[in-house]
């Protein structure tokens, strides 16, 4: 393999960039035949000069998430973010991009990128629909609500994957597909999260009337939180930017942040004069000096 200038055979620590972050897994695996879509490992693995897709806004923005950390490496998942509010998913080039701004190898990158779902490693739809399977959306109804949109999205001899996208990713209208672990909001199960903003209380039919509402180009007031954006919006967000102007920074964050279910419990212990055994001042104890 031919090295390019700035960059090494294999990663290394600190800024030397590596032409492909597979390498070190050695010379006898072949990374493209075991990866899920060959057809995109082969994509990931192109090169192609930075330059060419994040200007110099994006550059600015990660010198800002870096002067907000003591160390920069800690820039490390926002900046990601970052990268996904551009790309719609964190390809090769946004590994190098975010190893290059925080001082690491495309390999200490890569091992984040890869382990964490919420970085899309092929490109996303213009919205992200995850369903909840955990084990009480399940029960009430979270696997079904999947099923039927994989076959909505899909067809009945070909159902939308997870991970999958109907349409063109990144086009007007694309929808990504997934199901997902438990998103935290029990007491209002089934719920579906649409580029992370709550719709709470799902049924099979209202499921494919919100994404058909996406695919039209609508967008659906959330059950709770802000109103809705679409992916690289919401990804943009994730990484720490948002209007200057108040009023608009307002608009695009505020929204109810509560649900009837959820205050329930506090509801029936305030009718009922129950509190909470008052909480005794003890000291706490000495941390040992380093």
């Given at each position: 393999m031919s090295t390019q200038p700035g960059t090494t055979p294999t990663p290394e620590p600190g800024t030397s960039l590596a032409e492909q972050t597979h390498i070190a897994a050695g010379g006898d695996v072949d990374v493209i035949a075991i990866a899920p879509d060959p057809a995109e490992a082969e994509g990931i693995l192109e090169n192609a000069k930075l330059e060419d897709i994040f200007d110099a806004d994006t550059y600015a923005k990660a010198q800002n998430l870096i002067s907000r950390y003591p160390q920069s490496r800690s820039a490390l998942l926002p900046m990601l973010h970052l990268v996904q509010s551009v790309q719609g998913y964190v390809s090769q080039e946004g590994i190098a991009f975010c190893a290059q701004n925080l001082d690491l190898s495309d390999a200490e990158v890569s091992a984040v990128a890869t382990f964490y779902t919420m970085y899309k490693r092929r490109p996303c739809g213009e919205h992200l629909v995850s369903v909840c399977t955990n084990t009480l959306c399940a029960a009430m109804g979270g696997d079904a609500i999947y099923k039927k949109?994989?076959?909505?999205?899909?067809?009945?001899?070909?159902?939308?994957?997870?991970?999958?996208?109907?349409?063109?990713?990144?086009?007007?209208?694309?929808?990504?597909?997934?199901?997902?672990?438990?998103?935290?909001?029990?007491?209002?199960?089934?719920?579906?999260?649409?580029?992370?903003?709550?719709?709470?209380?799902?049924?099979?039919?209202?499921?494919?009337?919100?994404?058909?509402?996406?695919?039209?180009?609508?967008?659906?007031?959330?059950?709770?939180?802000?109103?809705?954006?679409?992916?690289?919006?919401?990804?943009?967000?994730?990484?720490?930017?948002?209007?200057?102007?108040?009023?608009?920074?307002?608009?695009?964050?505020?929204?109810?942040?509560?649900?009837?279910?959820?205050?329930?419990g506090a509801q029936v212990a305030q009718d009922r004069g129950w509190t909470a055994p008052a909480m005794k001042d003890v000291p706490l104890p000495e941390v040992e000096k380093k």
């Open positions: 949109l994989q076959t909505h999205l899909g067809s009945e001899e070909k159902p939308l994957g997870h991970n999958e996208t109907a349409g063109t990713p990144n086009e007007p209208g694309s929808i990504t597909l997934e199901h997902a672990e438990c998103l935290a909001a029990c007491d209002l199960a089934p719920v579906i999260q649409v580029n992370y903003e709550y719709f709470d209380n799902q049924t099979e039919d209202k499921a494919v009337a919100l994404v058909d509402a996406l695919q039209a180009g609508k967008k659906p007031a959330p059950t709770r939180g802000a109103p809705l954006t679409d992916f690289k919006g919401a990804e943009l967000q994730l990484a720490g930017f948002f209007p200057e102007d108040a009023q608009q920074y307002r608009t695009d964050i505020d929204g109810p942040s509560q649900a009837v279910e959820t205050l329930r």
